[in-house]
């Protein structure tokens, strides 16, 4: 018989994620309380492969919210993250001699807002896409109240990342003044967003010791820290894990392997020292990137190749999901799983609403993960509540077993009593007798001394 193991999972604070699978459809999951279960509040759109979401990008901020979603066929939609309504839509389609299919979108960024009155007054954002020729450009997108199909473009950027290849990955950093691309047999190259100039491009390995090449073949990216653009980790195709330094030198300054399959995703902490990394098996770790030290694995391994891991920014937790169609929740200090939703299609992103607050657990600071310490407050109350006595109802052989025990004490009982009678009883005589043999031992010894002052 094969050993099965049931593993408890205590449940999420309340928290909001938005997945997007590859039937194109967005699906809010939500939990509500201290404990509670994740579960799907809202589904956005309808099941069509063409429509397949390859990227998203979200800014989450408290006014004006606004969700960018690029779709396999070319389509870049924005969406009010709250309530899923299209805002705008615009097609990425700008080369005439390929398919959508065949450039499709692999990098999305949605510029933060800088000047909120200007953006409100105006109703336009700010994309940076990418697609897999190397064809990235900037575009500002006119925002109207109903929703569209087409949406009016205002001033746009446009350049070439890579002269050959494709690219897999694109990031931009904390600052959004820079952005990093790789991919397969492009080597991972930073640019300056603002003047759309290549300012740093990696050198590849040299030959291991058996003189083999590994070709350059990355497939994942982040920046290590939202302050600092000059450190990202890339993971690549030979299960390989680096760190580069681009005001160090243009080689990885750290490398290590990382299990036996293709590393498929890489998220940083926000400590600026850690990350998390997915790969193709489904195995989820934390690394600590000063030493390269792996600092564990998280309990409960994924049947899925591991697509996408967000980090949320407040609360210890992260996000995972991938082809095993199940999206989990995992606390970043154990390494324990929270919790995890069945969603049925393969998933593809997912994405943290950092702002979402359920107000009935403002007041009962839901905040905080299952299992962290408890205020005095509660250990007060919950020592009183233990230390009332609890009421169980016992059944029939209990109450057979205590009748038992009882009559045997009594049984015991008794004898004991009479047994310290009988003891007693002895004692009293032992002492009598030894009272009536001292008397006469008394008697003898004054006529001895009486006789004895007769003769003199």
Same mark, same amino acid.
């Given at each position: 018989m094969p050993r099965t193991t049931t593993l408890e999972c205590p449940g999420c604070p309340p928290l909001r994620a938005l997945t997007f699978d590859a039937l194109g459809l967005i699906k809010v999951i939500e939990a509500r309380n201290t404990q509670g279960v994740p579960s799907v509040i809202e589904r956005w759109g309808e099941p069509d492969s063409s429509k397949c979401?390859?990227?998203? @990008?979200?800014?989450?901020?408290?006014?004006? =919210?606004?969700?960018?979603?690029?779709? $396999? /066929?070319?389509?870049?939609?924005?969406?009010? =993250?709250?309530?899923? *309504?299209?805002?705008?839509?615009?097609? /990425?389609?700008?080369?005439? *001699?390929?398919?959508?299919?065949? /450039?499709?979108?692999?990098?999305?960024?949605?510029?933060?807002?800088?000047?909120?009155?200007?953006?409100?007054?105006?109703?336009?954002?700010?994309?940076?896409?990418?697609?897999a020729k190397g064809n990235a450009s900037i575009k500002s997108i006119e925002i109207s109240n109903s929703?569209?199909?087409?949406?009016?473009?205002?001033?746009? &950027?446009?350049?070439?990342?890579? #002269?050959?290849?494709?690219i897999l990955c694109c990031k931009v950093d904390g600052s959004e003044k820079y952005a990093l691309f790789g991919g397969k047999g492009v080597e991972v190259n930073v640019w300056d967003v603002d003047n759309c100039t290549k300012i740093w491009n990696a050198k590849?390995?040299?030959?291991?010791?058996?003189?083999?090449?590994? =070709?350059?073949?990355?497939?994942?990216?982040?920046?290590? @820290?939202?302050?600092d653009h000059r450190k990202f980790v890339a993971g690549t195709?030979?299960?390989?894990?680096?760190?580069? *330094?681009?005001?160090?030198?243009?080689?990885?300054?750290?490398?290590?392997?990382? &299990?036996?399959?293709?590393?498929?995703?890489?998220?940083?902490?926000i400590d600026g020292y @850690?990350?998390?990394?997915?790969?193709g098996s489904g195995d989820l770790a934390t690394v600590d990137v000063r030493t390269g030290k792996l600092l564990g694995c998280f309990t409960g391994k994924c049947s899925g190749s591991i697509r996408s891991i967000a980090r949320h920014p407040d609360l210890p937790v992260i996000?995972?999901?991938?082809?095993?169609?199940?999206? &989990?929740?995992?606390?970043t200090k154990t390494r324990q799983l929270l919790s995890a939703v069945f969603l049925k299609q393969h998933l593809m992103h997912v994405v943290f609403d950092s702002n979402f607050v359920f107000e009935a657990d403002i007041a009962s600071g839901a905040d905080r993960l299952p299992g962290e310490e408890k205020t005095k407050n509660e250990i007060i109350l919950g020592e009183e509540f233990e230390a009332l006595p609890l009421k169980r109802k016992e059944s029939s052989k209990s109450?057979?077993?205590? #009748?038992? /025990? $009882?009559e045997n004490k009594k049984h015991k009982s008794k004898k004991n009593r009479e047994h310290k009678k009988s003891k007693g009883n002895d004692q009293t005589q $032992?002492? #009598?007798s030894g009272d009536e043999r001292s008397k006469s031992a008394s008697k003898k010894r004054n006529k001895r001394s009486n006789s004895e002052l007769a003769e003199d």
């Open positions: 979401v390859v990227a998203a @990008s979200i800014n989450d901020q408290k006014y004006d =919210p606004l969700l960018a979603v690029a779709r $396999k /066929n070319g389509l870049v939609e924005v969406l009010n =993250p709250l309530s899923g *309504d299209l805002q705008a839509a615009i097609s /990425n389609a700008n080369v005439a *001699d390929l398919q959508p299919e065949e /450039n499709a979108i692999v990098g999305l960024h949605l510029f933060a807002k800088n000047n909120l009155e200007l953006e409100l007054a105006s109703r336009c954002c700010t994309l940076l896409t990418c697609t929703s569209t199909e087409s949406a009016s473009i205002g001033s746009s &950027r446009a350049w070439d990342v890579c #002269a050959g290849g494709s590849p390995p040299p030959k291991n010791s058996l003189g083999i090449f590994t =070709p350059t073949w990355f497939t994942s990216a982040t920046f290590l @820290s939202k302050d195709n030979s299960h390989q894990v680096r760190l580069y *330094d681009i005001s160090a030198q243009r080689r990885p300054v750290l490398s290590f392997d990382f &299990r036996e399959t293709p590393i498929k995703a890489v998220a940083e902490d @850690s990350i998390y990394i997915g790969n996000a995972s999901c991938g082809l095993d169609r199940y999206l &989990r929740f995992w606390d109450k057979e077993k205590n #009748a038992d /025990n $009882k $032992k002492s #009598a």
